[in-house]
């Protein structure tokens, strides 16, 4: 994929997840939390040019950094999110200031190594950017995921007391 196909990808990518997760939505039992990381992953690996051939060993560092970078990221993003289980037992989440501020270090911080690789003349594919989105993307729906589960949800509901129970009125038999 061209460079301007890639930008493209990462803005739409970018836009579509802050969107949703500056707004309260629930989590799911859904088993495919996964699936857009390892789309992302693809790409970025489909294409090649992760490494430049010139820089080897500076390549592997800052693509190793940005790794780092976007695991910190992800992490910090999903333990700063709100989490909250409604009446029903289903289990909400969103995103808040916090979190804003964790995207603007993790974006300031992937910055900061792209002007430390340019400055050392090591050719940066976009791949590395979409890798470490996808990681990013990963490492918080899965923590997300394992803070659901312990905060409970409908499906693995502990029933209550008074669950079940109706009402009994004065005189009435039980």
Excluded at 26 to 53: K, M, S
Excluded at 68 to 95: I, K, Q, Y
Excluded at 132 to 147: I, Q
Aim: hydrophobic letters at 55%.
């Amino acid at each position: 994929m061209s460079g301007l196909v890639n930008a493209l990808v990462i803005v739409a990518v970018v836009v579509l997840v802050v969107v949703r997760q500056f707004r309260a939505r629930p989590v799911t039992n859904d088993r495919r939390w996964w699936l857009l990381p390892l789309i992302l992953g693809f790409v970025a690996l489909r294409g090649g040019g992760l490494v430049d051939p010139h820089h080897h060993t500076a390549s592997v560092a800052l693509i190793a950094a940005e790794l780092v970078v976007a695991l910190a990221t992800g992490a910090g993003w999903a333990w700063t999110s709100r989490m909250w289980t409604e009446a029903d037992g289903v289990v909400w989440t969103r995103s808040g200031r916090t979190s804003a501020f964790v995207w603007i270090g993790g974006i300031v911080l992937r910055v900061g190594l792209y002007a430390l690789g340019a400055l050392a003349g090591v050719h940066q594919d976009s791949g590395a950017l979409i890798l470490g989105l996808a990681c990013t993307l990963l490492v918080r729906a899965g923590v997300l995921a394992l803070r659901a589960q312990s905060t409970g949800s409908a499906a693995n509901r502990v029933p209550a007391y008074g669950d079940g129970m109706r009402a009994v009125r004065k005189g009435e038999s039980v």
